[in-house]
């Protein structure tokens, strides 16, 4: 059977800027928050300097509730035919217009779906945490 | 029709095109050079006519081109943002500059050289920022990995199949057999398609396009002044460029709306072009469609109106892009089985099937589709016609 693996990221060093850096301090607390705009409530993603939807600057960071997958993709690793490598694509049911790029670890790529629901998992990166994704059922076996 | 042509092409070259690397020990720079060359001897002109230059994904350096050449009297050099998806607009800044007296002859340049990088690899070739840095975690390095997540979005939600991506790439392979300058010649049948590695999944190694050299210039004069050099005129009927925080960064940023996520980032552009030209999808004879990616290509159809949105796969499966399809895309076999150089090819031939000289020659083409490349914005579009 083949399985995605989990990337090693300890060397990985996260590039931030001020409108982001909040982003990683929630990931240190383990939650994905994402910033809503003050004004209107629209989500902004990346977190940038100016809502596109009004204009507004000031934001907050409200939790995100159940991640989905929106789509993914398998890249053959070289040299190994049972490991692969699952980017993805995440939404979240309390931030819409959000979409989270990242990988889904330890997932059998014939069982993986659109639309199924992910568990939030945290690797350690050189600088802060990274937040990958694990389908629920293999999620419970760790 | 719409409104009357303001420029032509009236000149085509061409270096030769070279495996990724090959054209070593040339600069990209030499290359260019003999480009602008070749086009300049083929509109008849002289180098000295040249006043004008007009570029796209972040253009060359203007002042070596300049010097290289001798260019001694340039009254507009100009490039489109963007990267491969400004490449039909340097025909809207070139037709700009002749019609509007900035310019006599401009000449549009394009060109790639992958000499110790890779345009396969572009997305793990910029520094570090707090936005890529999700495209590392991912493991995204491309935009075919990139690509592929809306390749299996539009399967998800359309039900398009492996096949038509399968059939763009054979019909390519099919219009490039008799091309003395493709790359990839030899047929492909659906079983060896079917049997080829995944790179992406769901795009296997042949869904991507060569990684190739090379360098193509045209020579663009006001559409009154065209009828005076020595080959056929073709007009630019009208050439559009638009951007949209709907398709935003597209594969850079991978935050489209869902509308636009499954599309290839063309449907405002092909508004306008279409507005623009007053012609619409049936008015086309010919589509040269920037295939980096055999997915794209039928999103594009869709985008450009040729079937409706999520039709695009039994669109191909029927036959309709083949040579004599109801829309016949790229004769010359594009990217993916030709040569790769950002999209210039596909306004070469689109200039000879309106000269009537091409290799693979759909019988009384008279309009060409040229598209850019389904990257960030803005996109741009154009159409040729053997007409003003």
New interface residues.
Partial sequence: MRLSIT?D?AA??????A??EPFWQWGEQGEVRMPACLHCGAFR??AGPFC?SCRTQEVEWRPTGQARI???????ISGEATKV?M???VEFDDAPGV?????LVDAD?DTVA?GMPVAIDWIAASNGK?A?FRTEATGDRA | MGRKAQSAIVGSGATPYYFRGESAPQAVLELIDKAVLAAVADAGLHIDDVDGLAFFAFGFDTGMIIEQLGLKNVTFAHCVSAFGGGMAGMLDLADMAVSTGRARNVVCIGATQQVGRRVGQALGNFAASPDNIFHRIAGLNGPGQALALSARRHMHEFGTRREAFAEVVMASRAAAATRETAFRRKPLSMDEYMAAPMLADPMCKFDFCLETDGALAFVVTAADRARDRPQPPVYIAGAAQHGSCDWGRAFFWLGQTPEAFVSAGGVKVAERLYQLTGMTPADIDVACLYDHFSPLVIMQLEDFGFCARGEGGPFVESGAIRLDGAIPVNPHGGHLSEAYVVGMTHIREAVEQLRGTAVNQVQGARTALVTGGPAPTPMTAAILRSEP
């Avoid at chain 1, 990985?12 to 800027?17: G, K, N, S, V």
């Fill in positions: 990337p990221f990985l060093e996260i590039a931030r800027d409108w982001s993603w990346p596109p929106h789509t993914f993709t398998i890249l053959p490598r980017p993805t694509l979409r989270l790029v990242s990988v790529p659109i990274v990958v």
